[in-house]
C-alpha cells in the first residue's frame, strides 16, 4: 500500500541541526514517521529529545561542533554503537553572515563554507563509507537553499555554499547510486527560523521578500517535512541527484 512505502519503521537516522529550525522539524517528523534519531549540533536538544520520546522513538543527542575535526567520524561512532546502524543522513545544520561582499574576511568565508559545505562533505563521505563497507542501502538529504540557484545579496559565502550543496548532491549521486545510495536535496524557500530573524525583523526586507512570494507569507518548518519523509523513505527510491523546491512559489516568479 502507497502509505507504507513513506514509513520509516525501524530506520535511524543522523539529522545534523537537530537542536532548531529546520533541522529540528525534520528530525521530528522522520521519528513521527518511525524512525530513532541521532540529533547533531553543538547546544542541547532537550526541546527535540523530548518531542521525539513523545512519540515513542529513540534520541540520541550528539553534542559536537561539525567543524572540528574528526566530528564525522564522532557522529557515525556513536550513533552506530548506540544505535546499531544508520541508514538515513540528514545535512541540515548551517549558518549564514550578512555583509558586503567588499567586507567579508578570509576568516569569516571559511567558516561559512566549513559548516555549509565541508561538514556535509564529510559528513556524507563517512556515511556512505560506512553503507558501502556494509553493504546497506540508504538516503542522503542535503538542505540547499534558493541561494543554491540565484546569486542573493550581502551573503556571498552563503551563496557559494548553497551552490556547493548542490553540485555536491549530484557529484555524489552519480558514484553512489551504484551502491544503493540515493542522495538528494530540499531546497527551502522563506522560513520562520532564527537563521531569518533579522530578515523579518527588517520592515523594509520583509515587505520585499513577501511581495515576490506567490503565497504571501513566510514558510513554517513543519512545510518542508513531507518532502523530507519522501526523501527518506521506500517513495522516494528511484529519485537522485534531484530536489524538491518548497518555497510558496517564489521560483516561478
Ligand atoms: P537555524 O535555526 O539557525 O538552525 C541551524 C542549526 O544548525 C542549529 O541546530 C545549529 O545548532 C546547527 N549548527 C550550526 N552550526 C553548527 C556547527 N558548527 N556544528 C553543529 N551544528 C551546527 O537555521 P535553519 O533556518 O533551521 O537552517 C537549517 C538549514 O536550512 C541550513 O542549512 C540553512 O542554510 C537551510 N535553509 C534555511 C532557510 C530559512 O529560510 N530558514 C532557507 C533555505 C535554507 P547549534 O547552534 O546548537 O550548534
Redesign the pocket.
Same mark, same amino acid.
Given at each position: 500500500m502507497i502509505l507504507d512505502k513513506f514509513s520509516l519503521a525501524g530506520k535511524v537516522a543522523i539529522v545534523?541541526?537537530?537542536?532548531?529550525?529546520?533541522?529540528?522539524k525534520i528530525a521530528i517528523a522522520l521519528a513521527e514517521a518511525g524512525a530513532d534519531i541521532a540529533g547533531? @549540533?553543538?547546544?542541547q536538544q532537550e526541546e527535540t529529545k523530548q518531542a521525539i520520546e513523545a512519540v515513542g522513538r529513540k534520541f540520541l543527542a550528539i553534542q #559536537?561542533?561539525?567543524?572540528e575535526k574528526k566530528a564525522a567520524e564522532e557522529v557515525l561512532k556513536q550513533t552506530v554503537s548506540y544505535f546499531g546502524k544508520a541508514d538515513i543522513l540528514v545535512n @541540515?545544520?548551517?549558518?549564514?553572515l550578512r555583509k558586503n561582499f567588499i567586507d567579508f574576511t578570509e576568516e569569516e568565508f571559511d567558516m561559512v563554507l566549513k #559548516?555549509?559545505l565541508k561538514a556535509v562533505f564529510l559528513m556524507s563521505q563517512v556515511f556512505a563509507r560506512y553503507l558501502i563497507e556494509n553493504q546497506r542501502k540508504g538516503k542522503i538529504i542535503n538542505?540547499g537553499?534558493?541561494l543554491s540557484f540565484q546569486g542573493g545579496i550581502l551573503i556571498t559565502p552563503y551563496t557559494v555554499s548553497?551552490h556547493g550543496v548542490l553540485g555536491l548532491t549530484r557529484a555524489m549521486a552519480n558514484e553512489l547510486a551504484k551502491y544503493g545510495i540515493n542522495v538528494n536535496a530540499i531546497i527551502?524557500?522563506?522560513?520562520e527560523?532564527?537563521?531569518?530573524a533579522a530578515l523579518r525583523a527588517d520592515p523594509e526586507r520583509n515587505q520585499k521578500i513577501l511581495d515576490r512570494i506567490p503565497m504571501g507569507r513566510w514558510g513554517k518548518?513543519e512545510e518542508l517535512t513531507g518532502a523530507a519523509v519522501f526523501l527518506a523513505s521506500e517513495a522516494s527510491d528511484y529519485m537522485t541527484g534531484s530536489y524538491i523546491i518548497v518555497d510558496g512559489g517564489w521560483m516561478s516568479r
Open positions: 545534523t541541526g537537530a537542536s532548531r529550525g529546520i533541522g529540528q547533531v @549540533a553543538r547546544s #559536537v561542533d561539525l567543524t @541540515a545544520a548551517g549558518i549564514i #559548516v555549509n538542505i537553499s534558493l548553497k527551502p524557500g522563506y522560513f527560523t532564527e537563521m531569518t518548518p
